[in-house]
C-alpha cells in the first residue's frame, strides 16, 4: 500500500512535465510564426507547401524590388547614338563619338570597342580598357549625347505621313490627327495598327476609327507603343492575318511618303 502514492507522485510529475513542454512548444511556434511573417514584410516572402521561400530580387533585366532601392534596367547603347569621353589627367583624348551601323567605335588613338548593347558604365569601363596600354589608371566619363528617341509611324491617308516622337501617352486617333489627320480618301473604318512581336513578326490590329467618331466614344482606342506603326488605307482591305512579317508591312506603309 505503500507504493501507491509513490506510483501517484511519477504519474504527476509527467503530467507536469508534458504540459510544461507543450508550452515551450507552443512558444516556440508562435515565434517562428513571428519571425515569417517579419521576413514576409520585408521580402515579398510567401509560404507554400508547408515552406518559406524568399522572393529573389529582379536584377537588371526586370522592374526591381523598390523597397531595396533597385531600378529599372540601364538604357543600353544603341547604333547611331552619341556620347561623349572625357579624361580627368589626359583631355588630349576628349572625344564625342558616334556608334556606328556596325555597333563599334573608332576611339582616339586606340583600337576599335564595341558599344552596342552595352549600358553607360559598361562602355566606360570598355574605354579605360582600351586607353590601360597607354595611359597609367585612365579615368573616363562617358554622358550620353544623343540617342534615338521612342517614336511612331503614320503611313496611308492622312495628311502628314510619316515619323513621329512618341513623347506622351498618345493613342491611334489621336496619332492619326498629329500626322495631318484623315484624307477625304481614307477608310477610317479600317484603320491598321501594326505592333512589333520580334525581329521577324508584326501584330496587326484593325480599329474602326469612324465607329468611333459617329458614336464620340474612344474606349476601344489602342494606345501606341515605341515603334508602332499605323496605316489608314483608302480601300477595304479584304484579309488582314494577325500576324505578318516585318518585310510584307511595307507594302501598307509607302517609304516615298516619308
Do not use: W
Not at 515565434?31 to 511573417?37: I, R
Not at 534596367?73 to 579624361?87: H, I, K
Amino acid at each position: 500500500m505503500k507504493r501507491v502514492p509513490q506510483f501517484v507522485g511519477v504519474i504527476a510529475i509527467s503530467l507536469v512535465v508534458a504540459f510544461v513542454s507543450s508550452v515551450i512548444a507552443q512558444e516556440n511556434n508562435n515565434l517562428g510564426e513571428k519571425v515569417q511573417v517579419a521576413r514576409s514584410s520585408l521580402t515579398g516572402a510567401a509560404t507554400g507547401d508547408d515552406k518559406l521561400t524568399a522572393a529573389k530580387p529582379r536584377g537588371a533585366d526586370g522592374l526591381g524590388n523598390p523597397m531595396l532601392g533597385e531600378r529599372r534596367p540601364l538604357y543600353r547603347l544603341r547604333s547611331s547614338d552619341v556620347v561623349e569621353v572625357t579624361f580627368t589627367v589626359a583631355p588630349e583624348f576628349n572625344q564625342t563619338l558616334t556608334v556606328q551601323p556596325d555597333g563599334y567605335v573608332m576611339l582616339k588613338d586606340a583600337s576599335a570597342v564595341v558599344a552596342q548593347g552595352l549600358t553607360v558604365p559598361e562602355f566606360r569601363e570598355a574605354v579605360k580598357k582600351a586607353y590601360s596600354g597607354c595611359l597609367h589608371d585612365p579615368e573616363a566619363a562617358v554622358v550620353l549625347k544623343d540617342f534615338e528617341r521612342p517614336y511612331f509611324v503614320v503611313g496611308g491617308q492622312v495628311g502628314k505621313p510619316g515619323k513621329y516622337e512618341l513623347r506622351s501617352d498618345t493613342t491611334v486617333a489621336e496619332a492619326v490627327q498629329i500626322a495631318g489627320g484623315l484624307t477625304s480618301d481614307a477608310k477610317h473604318s479600317q484603320v491598321v495598327l501594326f505592333r512589333r512581336v520580334n525581329e521577324e513578326l508584326m501584330e496587326t490590329r484593325v480599329l474602326n476609327l469612324k465607329k468611333m467618331f459617329k458614336q464620340n466614344s474612344l474606349r476601344e482606342d489602342a494606345h501606341l507603343r515605341a515603334g508602332d506603326m499605323v496605316f489608314v488605307p483608302q480601300n477595304t482591305i479584304s484579309k488582314i492575318a494577325r500576324f505578318v512579317s516585318r518585310p510584307s508591312v511595307s507594302m501598307y506603309l509607302n517609304s516615298s511618303q516619308f
